[in-house]
C-alpha cells in the first residue's frame, strides 16, 4: 500500500507541464522509431519511376510489383531457404550448447570453473571483425567454406557464450532440491537436466532461442566471407546484389527488406510472452 500511494502522490505533484514534456517525448520517440519502418513499406509499395520521390503516400499509386520481381525474378527464395536453414540450426545447436553449458556452472563445481566464466566473457569483448580472418583461416583448413555447417559454427561462436551466462542466470534461480529429488527417484544428472530442469526454464530458452535467431538471420559479415558461391549466399548477401556502384534497385531492396523482417516479427510474437520473465531472470535473488 505505500509503494503505490507513494506512486499516486509523485503523479499528483507532477505538474501539468511536467507531463506534457515527458508524453511528447515519449511521442516523439516512438515517431523516431516508427518512421524508418514506415518509409521502408511505403518505398516498397512505390511504382519503379516513385523511388526517388520523397512524398509518402499512403495508398496512392501503389504496387506490389517490387514483391513479385522479388520472388520471381531474382534468387530471393534460394536466399531465404538457405538463410532459413542456417537460422535454424543456428538455434537449436546453440539453445542445446548453451543450455547445457549453463546448467554445468550452474550446478557443478569443477577444476577451472572459474576460467570457464571468464572465458565466456572474454570471448565477447573481441568485435566480430577481429575474429572473421582466424575464423576463416580455421574453416579454410577444416574444408567448411562455402558450407552452411562452417557458417553455423561461425554463429555459434558469437551466440553460444552469451546465451551460456544467460541460461546459467536462470538455472541459478532454480531450486537444486528440485535436481536432488530427481536424483533420488532415479534419474541421472543428465536426466534431470533434460526431464526436470529444462521444461521448467521454458522462458531462458525462448529468450536464448531469440538470440540465436536474431544472430544468424539476415547476418552479412560472416556470410559475406565465408559464403562466395552464388546457391550458398543467404538474405544479408543476396541483398548487396540489388546496390550497384551508379544504382541502386530501392524497390527491390525495400520490398526484400519487408519480407527479411516477416520470419523475424513471428519468431518474436512466438516468443514475446516469455521474454521479459527470461531477460529478469538472475537479476534479484531470493
Not at 518505398?43 to 526517388?52: C, E, F, I, M, V
Not at 540450426?89 to 542445446?96: A, H
Request: charged share 10%; glycine share 8%; with cysteine.
Amino acid at each position: 500500500m505505500t509503494t503505490v500511494t507513494a506512486k499516486r502522490r509523485s503523479r499528483e505533484d507532477r505538474g501539468p507541464l511536467a507531463s506534457i514534456a515527458l508524453h511528447g517525448t515519449l511521442i516523439l520517440a516512438v515517431g523516431v522509431a516508427l518512421f524508418p519502418v514506415v518509409w521502408l513499406v511505403l518505398t516498397s509499395l512505390k511504382p519503379r519511376d516513385g523511388w526517388l520521390s520523397a512524398e509518402l503516400r499512403l495508398f496512392s499509386d501503389s504496387s506490389l510489383d517490387n514483391y513479385a520481381r522479388v520472388l520471381g525474378e531474382t534468387q530471393f527464395p534460394l536466399w531465404l531457404l538457405n538463410s532459413a536453414l542456417v537460422a535454424a540450426l543456428t538455434t537449436v545447436l546453440g539453445v542445446f550448447l548453451a543450455a547445457t553449458t549453463g546448467y554445468a556452472v550452474s550446478r557443478f563445481r569443477f577444476p577451472g570453473l572459474r576460467s570457464v566464466m571468464w572465458l565466456l566473457l572474454v570471448t565477447q569483448m573481441f568485435p566480430v571483425a577481429v575474429l572473421i580472418v582466424p575464423l576463416y583461416n580455421l574453416m579454410a583448413a577444416l574444408g567448411l567454406l562455402n558450407q552452411i555447417p562452417g557458417l553455423v559454427i561461425a554463429y555459434m561462436t558469437i551466440a553460444v557464450p552469451f546465451c551460456a551466462w544467460m541460461m546459467k542466470s536462470y538455472f541459478d534461480t532454480v531450486p537444486r532440491e528440485l535436481d536432488q529429488a530427481a536424483m533420488v527417484d532415479g534419474l541421472t544428472p543428465f536426466g534431470a537436466f533434460w526431464r526436470v530442469i529444462l521444461p521448467l526454464a521454458r522462458p531462458g530458452i525462448a529468450v536464448t532461442a531469440f538470440y540465436c535467431f536474431m544472430t544468424a538471420w539476415g547476418e552479412v559479415g560472416y556470410a559475406t566471407i565465408f559464403m562466395s558461391q552464388e546457391d550458398k549466399r543467404t538474405l544479408g548477401v543476396g541483398l548487396q546484389q540489388f546496390v550497384g556502384q551508379h544504382w541502386s534497385d530501392w524497390g527491390l531492396m525495400t520490398a526484400s527488406a519487408v519480407l527479411i523482417a516477416i520470419p523475424a516479427g513471428a519468431v518474436f510474437l512466438v516468443v514475446q510472452r516469455h521474454l521479459i520473465t527470461g531477460l529478469t531472470a538472475g537479476a534479484t535473488k531470493s
